[in-house]
């Protein structure tokens, strides 16, 4: 099957959720910037959110850029993902309204996650398609962030029962560490084309 659904359905997923969110935002209840005040915790919650489905949606179309079509097994896991990313816009309207209460503190963070996981997952379900040889295997090495993220969601799931703020503080690290630009997929798809163009130069 052509990769081309698959992306243009994820795509569309995570444009929705982003204006479930945001439609979420209410309008301050005056004219002056007090009252902004109010609304400040659910902006940040917003924020941080926003910022979460925008570097799933950046490496989700790095990671597809290696394949060339997808199988059962990886639509069902592109599901997978988009599943408990669906959730993000509930967990974060949650986290809000609470002012990062210990419950729904920790219910956000295990969402992100199970959506950790599931991004997981799918990156390797598309490495055993993909063979031996597989581009995205190569291009992921070790994965360190990969590894990492899943740690600290568990650490701040765990403090958000003493101590929330700290604990959204470790979700906003884990954003930041995605925030870096990753050529590691870029730098391996231009490795493949170099070697393609002088395969056929010396053809």
């Not at 992306?7 to 444009?15: I, K, Q, R, T, Y």
């Not at 993909?130 to 070790?142: F, I, N, T």
Request: hydrophobic residues 55%; proline residues 5%.
């Amino acid at each position: 099957m052509d990769k081309g659904r698959l992306e243009a359905f994820s795509d569309g997923v995570l444009a929705i959720l982003i204006t479930i969110m945001v439609l979420d935002l209410r309008t301050p209840a005056g004219p002056s910037l007090s009252a902004l005040r109010p609304l400040g915790v659910v902006f940040l919650s917003y924020l941080l959110s926003f910022a979460y489905l925008a570097i799933y949606w950046n490496n989700h179309h790095h990671m597809l850029q290696t394949c060339v079509e997808v199988d059962g097994a990886m639509l069902w896991a592109n599901m997978h993902l988009l599943f408990w990313l669906s959730l993000v816009p509930w967990a974060t309207s949650w986290l809000g309204a609470s002012r990062f209460a210990p419950v729904p503190t920790a219910v956000y963070g295990a969402v992100l996650l199970m959506a950790a996981i599931a991004y997981l997952l799918l990156q390797r379900t598309i490495i055993a398609a993909q063979g031996p040889h597989s581009l995205l295997k190569k291009a992921v090495g070790d994965d360190w962030k990969g590894k990492v993220s899943p740690l600290l969601y568990l650490a701040a799931i765990a403090l958000a029962f003493a101590a929330p703020r700290l604990s959204a503080a470790l979700y906003a690290l884990v954003a930041a560490l995605w925030l870096a630009p990753d050529p590691r997929i870029e730098n391996a798809l231009r490795e493949r084309r170099g070697q393609r163009a002088a395969a056929r130069r010396d053809a």
